[in-house]
């Protein structure tokens, strides 16, 4: 390979982005590459927003939450044209290797750059930890502990009215989130796409918790979920009797992204963002960067975007027996 590389962050920022462009900056340059950084992901790339990194310009980030190198989501770069202009790009600054940190969409790109023929690792970065290659991924351990946080802070309010809460957190159509969250905060119910639950049933939930006694009910529902928190408010709020508790709705929304990244995001964003990046020198390239089986692992992009991650529902039955 030539000694030329280029790092961008696509798609949702997620806590962590900046403690592996560092990681994999500085591998680079203990390598004897040199590593530029591209603003705004693919969008940036098609713009031409390439400059050099140093050692020092990714000094002090990893404990910063987002991207400073920016992300965007393009349209462009779905086109023939714009993927054909993002590596004219890059060959007119004789790079021939891109590292990009991101989730579905992202490691879509690296597959269309892969196939034009430059050298593209890709790196697992998410919060909705539904990326096929990584068992975890950068972002999910910062925005799970923000999520679990409120879900603490929401059932002291609750508990003192009396009342039930319908937590929404992110996640698009991938119930991890909402899944992790509630097991852990202890919800009496989890709604998520990958089990769809009717109002009826959750009505029955809530039912049951006041008959028992219960000072509050807590239903953490995924963003993605066909009944997400808000057509759960609307069915009670028109079609249904009270269901024992008082209602009220919190949507944490992208907060949830905006945290500094926790001990183990920063760990693992660093260890991936070396395996990245060792991956190149050794040849190894068209690949995935993730965590798997406690360790760093490579995936080809090819099956990456070809497969949908599942999700192990057996943790939700276990969310179900844990709530009575």
């Not at 004897?32 to 603003?39: K, L, N, P, R, S």
């Not at 269309?112 to 970065?125: D, E, H, M, P, Q």
């Not at 159509?173 to 919800?187: Q, T």
Request: proline content about 2%; charged content about 20%; aromatic content about 4%.
């Amino acid at each position: 390979m030539n000694k030329r590389v280029a790092v961008l962050t696509s798609g949702g920022d997620a806590p962590g982005m900046n403690a592996a462009v560092r990681a994999a900056v500085r591998t680079g340059i203990h390598y004897g590459h040199e590593m530029y950084g591209v603003q705004r992901g693919f969008a940036g790339l098609i713009a031409g927003e390439i400059s050099p990194l140093s050692a020092r310009d990714v000094g002090g980030i990893s404990q910063l939450a987002g991207t400073f190198l920016g992300s965007a989501r393009s349209v462009e770069f779905t086109t023939s044209a714009g993927q054909e202009e993002a590596v004219r790009q890059l060959q007119a600054l004789d790079i021939e290797s891109v590292i990009v940190i991101g989730g579905n969409g992202s490691q879509q790109g690296a597959h269309v750059l892969s196939k034009a023929g430059l050298r593209v690792t890709g790196i697992a970065s998410t919060i909705d930890n539904d990326l096929t290659g990584s068992d975890i991924t950068i972002g999910v351990d910062t925005a799970l502990n923000i999520a679990l946080e409120a879900i603490d802070r929401l059932r002291v309010t609750a508990s003192s009215h009396h009342r039930g809460l319908l937590v929404e957190v992110m996640g698009r159509r991938c119930g991890y989130l909402a899944l992790m969250a509630g097991l852990a905060g202890g919800a009496e119910a989890i709604v998520i796409p990958e089990r769809e639950v009717n109002p009826e049933t959750i009505a029955d939930l809530l039912r049951s918790a006041s008959s028992r006694g219960k000072k509050c009910a807590i239903i953490v529902v995924a963003e993605g979920a066909r009944n997400n928190a808000q057509r759960l408010t609307q069915y009670f709020q028109t079609s249904h009797p009270s269901p024992g508790f008082e209602l009220r709705a919190t949507t944490l929304g992208h907060v949830q992204r905006g945290g500094t990244p926790t001990a183990f995001d920063r760990l693992l964003a660093t260890r991936l963002g070396v395996g990245a990046m060792e991956s190149l020198v050794e040849g190894n390239h068209g690949v995935l960067t993730g965590w798997i089986d406690g360790r760093v692992q490579w995936t080809p992009l090819s099956e990456v975007v070809s497969k949908t991650k599942e999700l192990d529902l057996r943790l939700l039955d276990m969310a179900g027996m844990l709530s009575k």
